[in-house]
Each structure stands twice: as C-alpha cells, then as structure tokens.
C-alpha cells in the first residue's frame, strides 16, 4: 500500500507497528499479513460451527459466524476501496471482529457473561481481541497473533473505562474520548449493515418472517416495489434475493457518499485528525441510517425474539451455564491444558480461564461437552 491512499488512512509506515518486534515480509504489507494470520487462526476457523441466528444443527444453509464475517469483509473492502483508505486493514478487522464470539451467539455470550458476573464480566469484543493477543498459540516468539496496532484496535470495538485501563496502548482512545482510524469505522458499520440483511434472508428461509410482516419496513418495501416491477413473475425465493442485494447496495452507496460529505467537510490531513475528530466520520445519511435502524428494531422484535428463537435461546443458555458450573466445580472435566491451568490459580482467574474455554466451543463442541458431563 502507498501513495494511492488518502492521507487519512492508516499507513504502514505511520504505525505504532507489532507488540513484539519482527522482520518485514518480503511480499507482503504488515496489514496483508495480519489478514493471513487471522485466516490461518484455530478461533476462525472454529466460526464455521458457531451460531449467527440459528444454531448449528437447525440447518446447513443459514449463515454461520464465518459466513457473516466474510460478508462483513466484503462490505468492508468496498467502502475502504471507494474512499481511498486501507483495504487489506479493514479487511483483516472485519474478519477478526467475531473470533472470541461464544457457541450460540449472543445467547450464549449473554449467558457467559451472567455465569462470569462476579469475575469481570465477559463480552465477545474484549474476547476477540484476547484471543489475537494471548490465547491463539501458533508462534514460537510471542503468544497470539501480534497484530499490528491499528488491526486491534478496530477489533476493540467498543470498551469499559475500567477495561481500558487495563489495555494499554488499545485501551488509550477509550480514556481519551478518541475515535479509531477510518478502516476501524467502516468495520463496525459494516456489521451492522451485514446482519441486519443477510438476517433477513435466514429469518424469511426459517419461516418466521413473512414478505408481509417485511412490507411495513420502508427500506425494504422501496426495494420490493423496484423489483416487482421489473419482474412481476419472479418466485418468493428469486425475490427475497433480488431485494437484499439491492438493500445492501442502498444503504453501501450511501454510507460513502454520506462519508465523503463528512471528510470534506472535517478536511482530515491525517489519521490523528481523524481520531480528534469528536465523532464518527463513517456514517449513513440520516435518512437511511433511520431507515436502518428501524429494519434493526424489526429484526429484535420479530426475529431474535420470535418464540421459535427464544425457545431455542432457553436450551442453548442451559447448556452454557451447565458447562460453566461443572467446569467451576472440577476443572478436570476440561482438556488437561485447561484443568492444569484453572487449577493453577483462583477466584476471578479461574473463572476467566474457563470462560476461554467455553468461548472457544463451536456449537456442536459445546452440546458434545454437555452431554458429557450430564450423561
């Protein structure tokens, strides 16, 4: 990467670099490389059986937490091209976001994070960036990954005061008040814009959303009038497709026509004016980002907590909170490197130790495991 970028994108030769020193590749830029080493992780490969909306064994076609990454770095990509910033970083940010998500997304991280209520807490976020720091054991020199700087701190997305303090170098921007660099944000909208689509899709294939129930949503029904005209005869199947894609290309065209407005008007001369800026410069326009967030609070009301979900929810946090307390009660029910390590330490360690354990289930993993211990 070089003199094609905008000068408030993040530069390789601007960074503060790796947490432990290495020599440069011979064929690669620093961000490329931490792509790589994200692909090539156990924790991103074990997001092929974890849980995005529905579980595992609910069915092959549903996206998994891999699949929505990967569409997550698609978006990604696209908007740092159009905007002149750095792709292969907010590429490797969008594919590593989700690499210390629980088993059974976010009823599991919900569940996880009560189990540990009296020992720190757990929030996937933080967990994504512990698992590229220290727990990925790949490298002779250095424990995790040792990702460049600006690659972590996308990943830490969003963090407590007490956490940040914690963190250093990552942590600083929260104490702060700073914003990340321009990949980290086009990262964190590009999530939301992700799932918030493609969850549309694996809810209308489940059943539990109808065209009907969609129509009452503008973004959607804008689109849904675009194409029923084009193609009065199209089967539901056909449709629901044709409709997403040009959902997701609405509201893309305008996140960077909204954030090219935004950096013409902030005129940044670099990454740390982009981080003084007091506020986000990756965003949608108004209009769309109400749009938006009224399509998120359908999805809330009519699909994570349709009753079909919400049983399915109920069982799964079983299943989590059996394994935590098991664990806590002898932790040699776990593999001998976790039980040799809980058994080194107390309290709030121990906890911490068996909460890695369990994040790193995938779904299939973790109903194994119950049934283990519950026969």
């Known amino acids: 990467m070089g003199t094609s970028l905008a000068p408030y994108a993040a530069h390789e030769l601007h960074s503060r670099g790796r947490r432990y020193a290495e020599p440069p590749s011979t064929y690669r830029g620093e ?14 490969r074990r997001l092929v059986y974890k849980t995005q909306v529905f579980v595992n064994h609910e069915g092959d076609l549903y996206r998994t937490r891999l699949t929505h990454s990967l569409e997550v770095s698609q978006i990604g990509r696209t908007v740092a091209v159009a905007l002149h910033l750095n792709e292969p970083l907010a590429e490797a940010i969008c594919l590593a976001h989700d690499l210390g998500h629980t088993p059974f997304g976010h009823a599991g991280q919900d569940k996880l994070n009560a189990c540990m209520r009296d020992y720190g807490g757990f929030e996937h976020n933080l967990q994504s ?3 590229v720091d220290e727990l990925e054991t790949r490298y002779a020199d250095f424990a995790g990954l040792n990702l460049m700087f600006e690659t972590r701190e996308g990943i830490l997305k969003h963090c407590s005061v007490r956490n940040a303090r914690k963190l250093g170098d990552v942590g600083e921007r929260f104490l702060e008040r700073k914003q ?6 086009i990262a964190n909208v590009a999530d939301a814009i992700a799932y918030n689509n493609h969850d549309i899709d694996d809810g209308f294939r489940a059943g539990l959303l109808s065209l009907e129930q969609l129509g009452q949503q503008p973004l959607f029904a804008s689109r849904h009038d675009e194409v029923r005209g084009l193609y009065p005869d199209l089967d539901d199947r056909r449709l629901i497709y044709e409709i997403i894609r040009r959902m997701i290309g609405t509201v893309v065209s305008d996140l960077i ?5 935004n950096l013409d008007a902030a005129s940044p001369g670099s990454i740390d004016d982009v981080r003084d800026a007091g506020k ?3 965003s949608m326009s108004e209009a769309t980002y109400e749009q938006h967030a009224s399509l998120k609070k359908f999805l809330y009301k009519n699909l994570y907590h349709h009753e079909q979900k919400l049983e399915m929810t109920r069982k799964v946090q079983a299943i989590v909170e059996d394994l935590f307390t098991a664990y806590m009660e002898d932790a040699n029910r776990m593999p001998a490197e976790f039980a040799t390590m809980a058994d080194s330490v107390e309290g709030a ?6 909460a890695d ?4 289930m995938t779904d ?3 109903i194994a495991a119950h049934e283990s211990i519950t026969g």
Do not use: C, K, M, N
Request: positive net charge.
């Open 129 to 131: 960036l512990r698992v």
């Open 364 to 366: 299939r993993y973790a």
């Open 280 to 282: 986000p410069l990756v």
């Open 31 to 44: 961000y490329q490389r931490d792509r790589d080493r994200i692909i090539h992780s156990t924790a991103f």
């Open 357 to 360: 354990y369990i994040a790193g």
């Open 180 to 185: 990340p660099g321009l990949e980290a944000q």
């Open 349 to 354: 360690d121990r906890a911490r130790v068996i």
């Open 257 to 261: 026509e909204e954030t090219r407005r």
